[in-house]
């Protein structure tokens, strides 16, 4: 039998009626905003309204352009959007574009709206490849195109890169034209002497104990406009300045790059490429102009660690972050679940209102948590005042027999031994790597044998010759601690004694207070008085020892604690606070 033969009908595709105008649309799109690519884009337009227009059969819709974008992702192209609504709205019968690679260089993408088109019977032409996608073999034709496109994308983004990086080793500056304290003339950065006073009181605030926040609204107060010259700052700018190491004239490049050169995103580099560090030449030129001291930057990384690090990342929010309106923030430690204490205030604006420290354990999870006390601010500074009177005194000599202690394990920290076990083992590897030659020469092993132990050999030394840089830097630091703490124990005899605690004093002196219970408390000196309380760097370092004890003093309190209305509570009688000292 014979089947009955129905003729098509209707043009596959157009899929339009002949006697209906096909509405008919154009996509353009240039990479950048050179003036030579957009002169090119209004070309572009100009072509495809012509020629729509100019057709009897055909009527245009709309011109749907993107300027200065890539073509390797669809996310920030509003034109084609536009585009692709539209057909969704069933307002487009045939788009006409220039060639695959305006449409976009990434195959995938590419595929997509074509098959999304093809389902809603729009046709796209590419007038160079010459290729419709309702025509047979569309689809197999565009995905080589899109894939010779795509590739061209790729070359094109590694031969940028390479250039990049060419330009960073000889120094080029790469940042935006907005960066406090300096302006962008011919490609160099020159101070701007205005903005210069604005970046250098940031650092003196921030060294001087001041918040992140603090700071940013100190400057809204004090009138100071950002690098944009609006009056609000933000936080985050604050943060950021704070970190830029071309305010002390340094100039580190790459220190982010593309991950994909589909997505474009840019990512922090972490190692994983090569970055360049420019300091100053022989000569002691910098290759940016500096706003601060090299010193006054280092000081501000180390205090920056130092308050990230007082975050307890077992609390939920990281609750415990730094707040620099309290001498005592961050530094007084539960002894019982290792959190940070917190300020808080009880009575509030009664006569008998006080402030405490209570451990943010309990504060956020309760008593079952952690079951630590309450302690009294006034108590640490009578506690502090005390013991520094005591030391002026020092009449069972704590502070010469701490001295003893101190350079005995000062004495027994050295390195000297390390240093010489590395030494030795370079040595060996040196005459190792010697007869491995003298091997090589007498033909007793091959040249790909000798290549392969002798990089081993090399890789070995390299590695040892770092150790003992690092033991030889540890070991001067070492030698440097001896002087120290005689510092330390001539300023204890002769600055404190005979004044109350003060937040200062606090702030330079105690590292941390460890708090076991109401009856048992730890105080920790810094033993690096020199930096703590020097007028360029107000920060306490981080001390590379063990601690040492000073002494165990016992007091009463008892008469200080007022709970209310004058009523004394017993507790607080016999409180044992031992000290130590960081070395």
Not at 58 to 75: F, M, P, Q, R, S
Not at 80 to 93: E, G
Not at 167 to 172: C, D, E, H, T, V
Request: with cysteine; hydrophobic share 35%.
């Amino acid at each position: 039998m014979k089947p009955i033969i129905i003729e098509a009908t209707k043009n596959t595709v157009s899929q339009v009626s002949s006697a209906t105008k096909k509405q008919v649309g154009a996509y353009c799109r240039v990479s950048s905003e050179k003036e030579m690519q957009l002169n090119s884009f209004d070309a572009q337009v100009k072509y495809y309204t012509e020629y729509i227009t100019q057709r009897e059969d055909w009527h245009l819709v709309k011109i749907y352009a993107d300027e200065g974008i890539t073509g390797t992702n669809t996310k920030r192209r509003s034109g084609l959007k536009d585009m692709l609504r539209d057909c969704k709205d069933k307002k487009l019968d045939l788009i006409i574009c220039k060639s695959i690679s305006r449409m976009g260089r990434n195959t995938a993408d590419l595929l997509k709206i074509v098959r999304e088109t093809r389902e809603l019977g729009v046709d796209i032409f590419f007038e160079n490849e010459n290729i419709h996608t309702l025509g047979s073999g569309g689809e197999f034709l565009i995905t080589v195109f899109a894939s010779l496109a795509q590739d061209t994308s790729r070359q094109i983004s590694e031969n940028v890169i390479w250039g990049q990086d060419k330009a960073m080793r000889s120094g080029k500056i790469f940042c935006n034209n907005y960066i406090m304290g300096y302006d962008r003339v011919d490609g160099k950065l020159v101070i701007n002497e205005e903005q210069a006073k604005t970046v250098k009181r940031v650092f003196d605030l921030f060294l001087e104990g001041y918040g992140i926040r603090t700071i940013a609204k100190q400057l809204e107060q004090e009138g100071h406009k950002t690098a944009k010259g609006k009056d609000k700052w933000n936080p985050v700018s604050v943060r950021a300045m704070l970190k830029n190491e071309k305010y002390c004239g340094h100039l580190l490049l790459g220190k982010s790059y593309t991950q994909d050169y589909l997505t474009h995103k840019r990512v922090i580099n972490r190692g994983e490429k090569v970055k360049y560090l420019f300091t100053s030449d022989e000569n002691g030129n910098y290759c940016v102009p500096p706003i601060i001291t090299e010193e006054q930057f280092k000081a501000t990384q180390i205090e920056l660690e130092r308050r990230r690090n007082l975050a307890d990342p077992d609390l939920e929010n990281n609750r415990s972050r730094y707040s620099s309106r309290h001498a005592l923030s961050g530094k007084i430690i539960c002894g019982k679940c290792g959190a940070k204490f917190r300020r808080c205030v009880w009575n509030k604006g009664k006569p008998y209102e006080r402030i405490v420290w209570k451990c943010t354990t309990y504060m956020e999870k309760g008593k079952s948590n952690c079951p630590s006390d309450a302690l009294p601010q006034d108590i640490l500074y009578k506690a502090m005042t005390l013991i520094l009177q005591a030391l002026k005194s020092d009449q069972d000599d704590v502070l010469d027999n701490f001295m003893k202690s101190a350079e005995e394990v000062i004495d027994n920290t050295g390195y000297e031994t390390e240093m010489l076990d590395v030494q030795v083992q370079i040595n060996q590897l040196n005459t190792e790597l010697k007869n491995l030659r003298l091997m090589r020469r007498r033909n007793e092993i091959t040249e790909q044998e000798f290549t392969e132990d002798a990089k081993d050999i090399r890789e070995n030394i390299e590695a040892l010759n770092k150790a003992y840089e690092t033991l030889e830097k540890s070991n001067a630091l070492v030698a440097n601690k001896k002087d120290k703490m005689r510092l330390l124990k001539n300023t204890l005899q002769k600055e404190f004694g005979d004044i109350e605690c003060t937040d200062e004093i606090i702030k330079g002196l105690v590292k941390n207070i460890v708090v076991h219970s109401r009856d048992n408390i730890e105080i920790h000196l810094s033993g690096d008085i020199d930096a703590n309380f020097s007028t360029d760097n107000k920060t306490i370092t981080d001390c590379t020892m063990l601690p040492v004890l000073l002494n165990t003093y016992e007091y009463d309190f008892s008469n200080i604690f007022i709970i209310v209305k004058n009523t004394k509570q017993e507790v607080y009688r016999n409180v044992k606070i031992t000290v130590y000292i960081d070395i």
